[in-house]
Structure formats: structure tokens, C-alpha cells
């Protein structure tokens, strides 16, 4: 089956295909448009052992961010060579955001962008997103910030664990809310 499209001197063939990816073009446009106000993820707190520092046993660890300091202390991308160097979760306040929710995934979010945890006990702490992780998972945040929330960290031989009641080590249920376009 085959649309017609009129222009200047008659008409011409669009194929079904081209009218779709017009549309999602053109949608695309409109949302990006409109802006996002917040995000809120519900989770569970989780340590972050990524970048330049020690990995702590992390079997999942990876030696870059998605975020690299410039010489002022700022988070940029880390393909931006302005960067001087990755993070490092033992030393620097860094939150984990979902990739689906990244600016280079079509997403709202960029390193910088700020994201607030906030615990059952209605205790909140808000550090700049310095990575990007697993999609649709939130709650992760570098060794050091976890540490400055003042939760508990236990160093097992599979890498550390978050913990409110010791040795006991439960699950810490968190809702983060992200601040798209938050970025100082």
C-alpha cells in the first residue's frame, strides 16, 4: 500500500516506511521540547565501586565513569576533553543513574544532574550523577557518598555492602528522585 504526498508539480510516492520515521521525527521533536520536572525511581541503596579508585572485591567493577572531573571540580562527560580525570568512588559524592534515562540514549538525564535519596526514615542526600548503570535500576551511589549518608558499609569478598542493622546487612529500600537540567 502506498501514501501520496502533494508538493509543488503533483504528486509523488511515500512509502508507509517514510511516513512512520516522519512521524517518530517529528515526535521525537515535540518531547523534546517539554520539559521534565523529576524522576522518582523507587530501589534498593547499592555501592558504587567504579572509576580510578579501589574496587574493593567488586566483581562488577569497571575502571571508568561516565563522568570525568575537569581541572574545577566540575563533572563532564567523559568524552570531553576538558575531563582530567574518572571518578573515584572511595574519595568523590557520585550518584548512578538508569542508561535509558542518559541524554545520549535519548534520555533526560546528563553527568552533573543531581539526585536525591531519600531513606524510609524520610532522611535525604542529594550528590551529582557520575555514572551511568543498569536500566531502569536506581539507588546506586559511589562508596564515598554512601559513607557521608551515614549508612554503615560492610567489605565482604564479593565488594561492599550497605547496611542500617550491622551485620544482619538487609535490604535498605530508597526512593531517588533525579533533577534533569540540574547541572551547576
Same mark, same amino acid.
Given at each position: 500500500?502506498?501514501?501520496?504526498?502533494? /508538493?509543488?508539480?503533483?504528486?509523488?510516492?511515500?512509502?508507509?516506511?517514510?511516513?512512520?520515521?516522519?512521524?517518530?521525527?517529528?515526535?521525537?521533536?515535540?518531547?523534546?521540547?517539554?520539559?521534565?520536572?523529576?524522576?522518582?525511581?523507587?530501589?534498593?541503596?547499592?555501592?558504587?565501586?567504579?572509576?580510578?579508585?579501589?574496587?574493593?572485591?567488586?566483581?562488577?567493577?569497571?575502571?571508568?565513569?561516565?563522568?570525568?572531573?575537569?581541572?574545577?571540580?566540575?563533572?563532564?562527560?567523559?568524552?570531553?576533553?576538558?575531563?582530567?580525570?574518572?571518578?573515584?568512588?572511595?574519595?568523590?559524592? /557520585?550518584?548512578?543513574?538508569?542508561?535509558?534515562?542518559?541524554?545520549?540514549?535519548?534520555?533526560?538525564?546528563?553527568?552533573?544532574?543531581?539526585?536525591?535519596?531519600?531513606?524510609?526514615?524520610?532522611?535525604?542526600?542529594?550528590?551529582?550523577?557520575?555514572?551511568?548503570?543498569?536500566?531502569?535500576?536506581?539507588?546506586?551511589?559511589?562508596?564515598?557518598? *554512601?559513607?557521608?549518608?551515614?549508612?554503615? *558499609?560492610?567489605?565482604?569478598?564479593?565488594?561492599?555492602?550497605?547496611?542500617?542493622?550491622?551485620?544482619?546487612?538487609?535490604?535498605?529500600?530508597?526512593? *531517588?528522585?533525579?533533577?534533569?537540567?540540574?547541572?551547576?
Amino acid at each position: 500500500m502506498t501514501s501520496s504526498a502533494f /508538493y509543488r508539480g503533483g504528486m509523488r510516492a511515500i512509502s508507509p516506511g517514510t511516513i512512520a520515521n516522519l512521524l517518530v521525527s517529528c515526535l521525537q521533536s515535540v518531547l523534546n521540547c517539554i520539559p521534565v520536572s523529576t524522576i522518582v525511581i523507587k530501589g534498593v541503596l547499592a555501592i558504587d565501586t567504579d572509576g580510578i579508585g579501589h574496587h574493593h572485591n567488586d566483581p562488577d567493577a569497571q575502571s571508568k565513569t561516565s563522568a570525568k572531573l575537569d581541572a574545577n571540580g566540575k563533572f563532564v562527560s567523559a568524552s570531553d576533553p576538558t575531563g582530567v580525570r574518572f571518578l573515584n568512588a572511595d574519595t568523590d559524592q /557520585y550518584s548512578v543513574a538508569p542508561l535509558n534515562l542518559a541524554v545520549v540514549n535519548g534520555g533526560p538525564l546528563k553527568v552533573g544532574d543531581l539526585a536525591t535519596v531519600t531513606f524510609a526514615s524520610g532522611k535525604t542526600h542529594t550528590a551529582p550523577i557520575g555514572d551511568f548503570g543498569p536500566k531502569g535500576k536506581a539507588g546506586e551511589f559511589s562508596l564515598f557518598a *554512601v559513607q557521608q549518608m551515614g549508612v554503615q *558499609v560492610i567489605f565482604t569478598h564479593s565488594g561492599p555492602i550497605p547496611t542500617l542493622d550491622g551485620p544482619n546487612a538487609s535490604d535498605i529500600h530508597v526512593s *531517588v528522585e533525579f533533577f534533569p537540567n540540574s547541572a551547576k
